[in-house]
């Protein structure tokens, strides 16, 4: 199996600054054959189920804020959120998508500051 | 748009079978993969497996030997069981669709809590 570890697993940013997050795979996620990081990025708020948020590793699911931004390739991966909002509270989560069995991170639990 | 709700006994006991159906709205299940997802309390996502809308299926191996997952397109359902189940089991099970050569799940269905407990 892929093992997905995320960094840090909590993290206390302030309103408006950027917050950071990082996922590293136990093996590339990178198809040759078509250049595609196969990692997505979902965001959970409490008592609701995770939302897309980011597929191969950088492309914006349809309706997520341009604050949020993927990137990395093979192994290495980060999630940014440019200017935090209040609203951005929440767990997230990484995935490779490379291969069955699909695997997630632990999650990273983002609060205000 | 596409809408998933899980529905299924919120309570199993130990050593049964564990079923849920996942129920597909606003767009038909054919040409998709559907999936079940799981998350035990304050805990992390585990992937339990898919189905394709033709019937083949991919579980995880972890839980391979207890899983079985079916779909029956002309009720726009698939379903969930999982026999042998044990206080481990407890968890939020998501259905979740999966397009073919994209990978990622979206949309989720809004979960069901399963307590495994006599």
């Known amino acids: 199996d892929i093992v997905m570890t995320q960094s840090p697993d909590s993290l206390a940013v302030s309103l408006g600054e950027r917050a950071t997050i990082n996922c590293k795979s136990s093996q590339s996620i990178l198809y040759s054959s078509n250049n595609k990081n196969y990692l997505v990025w979902y965001q959970q708020k409490p008592g609701q189920p995770p939302k897309l948020l980011i597929y191969?590793?950088?492309t914006r699911a349809s309706g997520v804020p341009d604050r949020f931004s993927g990137s990395g390739s093979g192994t290495d991966f980060t999630l940014t959120i440019s200017s935090l909002q209040a609203e951005d509270v929440a767990v997230y989560y990484c995935?490779?998508?490379?291969?069955?069995?699909?695997?997630f991170g632990q999650g990273t639990k983002l609060e205000i500051k | 748009q596409v809408q998933l709700q899980e529905s299924g006994p919120g309570l199993v006991k130990p050593s049964e079978t564990l079923s849920l159906t996942c129920t597909v709205s606003g767009g038909s299940i054919t040409g998709y993969y559907w999936n079940w997802i799981r998350q035990p309390p304050g805990k992390g996502l585990e992937w339990i497996g898919y189905?394709?809308?033709?019937?083949?299926?991919n579980y995880n191996p972890s839980l391979k030997s207890r899983v079985t997952i079916s779909v029956d397109t002309s009720k726009n359902q698939f379903s969930l069981k999982l026999n042998s189940v044990t206080a481990a089991d407890t968890a939020v099970y998501y259905c979740a669709r999966e397009t073919p050569g994209h990978n990622w799940f979206d949309p989720w269905g809004q979960g069901t809590l399963v307590t495994v407990s006599s």
């Open positions: 189905i394709y809308y033709s019937g083949s299926t």
């Open positions: 995935q490779q998508n490379y291969g069955t069995p699909y695997t």
């Open positions: 191969w590793a950088s």
